[in-house]
């Protein structure tokens, strides 16, 4: 399946956490090309967003605030898995995810929010509805 997991830079001090969410360095030449940033919010537990693919787009997640599960299918083989992205943890978790893996995330705190980078703007062909059971 077309996904992985890594950690990202976290500095910390008294005042608080830096993250450095992406780097260019950790962008293969495929990517180079500036896509999108935006963020997408969890307003309640147990909120769902997703459940759809892409054709095309490869996109990069990382947990802002709060705890979601995000549960990925590759559309061609239904080989699935379950993970877990938790703001509060030591280590900052960025999830990627290639084209042809339907992702779904549910929110499992009260208030969740993830910031994401995708390799291009985002155009409705390219997106596919798809329920993860």
Do not use: C
């Amino acid at each position: 399946m077309n996904y992985r997991i890594s950690q990202f830079e976290k500095h910390s001090d008294h005042r608080g956490d830096l993250i450095v969410f992406l780097k260019n360095s950790e962008l293969g030449n495929n990517f180079k090309q500036f896509g999108q940033i935006y963020f997408v919010t969890f307003e309640k537990k147990g909120t769902v967003r997703g459940n759809h693919y892409h054709n095309k787009w490869h996109e990069w997640f990382g947990i802002v605030a709060g705890e979601i599960e995000v549960t990925l299918e590759d559309v061609k083989t239904k080989e699935k898995v379950s993970l877990i992205l938790d703001a509060k943890k030591n280590k900052y978790m960025r999830l990627e995810i290639g084209p042809y893996v339907a992702h779904t995330f549910r929110s499992i705190s009260e208030y969740a929010a993830l910031i994401n980078y995708a390799d291009s703007e985002w155009y409705s062909d390219d997106t596919v509805h798809y329920k993860i059971d």
